[in-house]
């Protein structure tokens, strides 16, 4: 066999990690792209290796009953929302099992029964937060280019998966609330008629560079950051005042120049436009009694599905069990979204972060909200976490730790085991990086509980919440 052969009649038996469909030929491995489980399919060979191939599917024979239409006419273009074509409970149990087979053959680990997994309540228009891409030259389809259509043509949407050079035009996205939609295809009219140059991301030219829209979970409020090149208000206030012209949803205006060769900006100075610097996002408390508010600025993280937001921690608040006694760590803890949550139930919370802006992001909303037990410190969490810091601040009773996806680093790993809490509520992103710590956790504990919930409909992505409760 060699690339481009074509393999035909594969019966497709289930799903794979990052969204791939699996399927077996004479005890071969085969890794789909395109495809649903049920499906029988013709595929084209992409990779060839000695444990298994990879291919594409090229013609559908037979339909899976776990197939659906996709509703968004950017499907099989974008790589967002790539499970769309597949019913949405067959996606709660895709991804449920997901996380038992990264647990168990992975980590290795005994398991309780694990809970059902939490869907969404929302399925579309559930992100609060979307970059969007300018690109002086949008990406050509095949049948584009076949037919004679010449490069030149700006864009301002999304990259073509792996490929960091080619952006397509967006013409309507599912993923964030209204006015979402609206303000992008504003922001592009209004510099195509301004001849704003967009930026060449291949010849690294250009002024317009990316533009991020985060709104709040109620839709009261909405933030618009625009990043150019570089400083000429000329241009920037143009694109601004158009907004505000059309948009009084619009309560926060805000610009960053950046001459890098990457679009981050977590280093650079923001400029407030106009309008609040932040938004204030609304979370109803754990026991229901009130609210809490959390501002966010441009560089804040905040769960980019509010809603379901509200929901994981509840379970992270119930799986930690507090009375009113605990001293909690709260490892990762970003803006001090957990931390402020669990506060009012708690002796003392001490959060620690990685990224110092949003340490300081997490004591303006402990102040906010009225919150006096709670202390925040910045650096790396390996090196903060250590016996001198254990022994000045207490050891902890409980730990909720919600790393990135790469996990926790082994040394904070280890460091847990010599806090010993009585309990650990590790929250993931990643259940493959969380079966490895519990792997090296599980010298000690053992896990008790198990809560998958579905943050990102549509995707390949699953948040878990597990409980770890410690030997004797």
Known sequence: ???????????????????????????QVIFIEGGAPGDTVDIVLTKIKKQFLEGKVSKIISLSPARTTPFCLHFGTCGG?????????????????QVIDNLERLGGLPLPDVNRIMGSQQTRHYRNKLDFTFSAN?????????????????????????????????????????????????????????????????????????????????????MIILQVVYDKMEWTGKILAGLEERFPQITSFQFVVNGKRNDTFADLDIQCWKGNPFITERMT??????????????????????????????????YAELTGNETVYDLYTGTGTIA??????????????YVAAAVEDAKVNSKLNGISNTEFFAGDIKDLLDDAFLDQHGRPDVVITDPPRAGMHEHVTRMLLKAAPKRIVYVSCNPA????????????????????????????HVENVVVLSRNG
């Open 433 to 460: 990086t969380q079966a490895r710590d519990l792997a090296i956790l599980s010298e000690n504990y053992v896990i008790s509980k198990v809560q998958p919930v579905d943050m990102f409909p549509h995707t390949v």
């Open 1 to 27: 066999m060699k690339k481009g052969d074509v393999l035909e009649g594969i019966v497709i038996d289930s799903m794979a990690a990052e969204g791939k469909c699996v399927a077996r030929r004479d005890g």
């Open 138 to 222: 949008r990406w050509l389809t095949k049948d584009e280019l076949n037919k004679g259509i010449a490069f030149g043509e700006p864009a301002l949407g999304y990259h073509i998966p792996r490929m960091y050079d080619k952006v397509f035009d967006v013409k309507e996205c599912h993923l964030q609330p209204d006015p979402s939609n609206a303000i992008r295809l504003a922001v592009k009219e209004i510099c195509v008629r301004e001849q704003i140059p967009f930026f060449d991301l291949r010849k690294q030219i250009g002024f317009l560079r990316t533009i991020t829209i985060r709104t709040t979970g109620d839709g009261k409020e909405v």
């Open 285 to 318: 408390k754990p026991d229901n009694d009130g609210e809490l508010q959390f501002r966010v600025g441009p560089k804040s993280f905040y769960q980019t599905n509010s809603r379901q937001a509200q929901r994981l921690y509840r379970v992270a608040w119930e």
């Open 340 to 353: 402020c949550f669990v506060a009012g139930h708690s002796k003392k919370v001490i959060g620690l972060e």
């Open 81 to 97: 929302c790539s499970w769309q074509h597949i019913d949405y409970e067959a996606q709660l149990d895709y991804k449920h099992r």
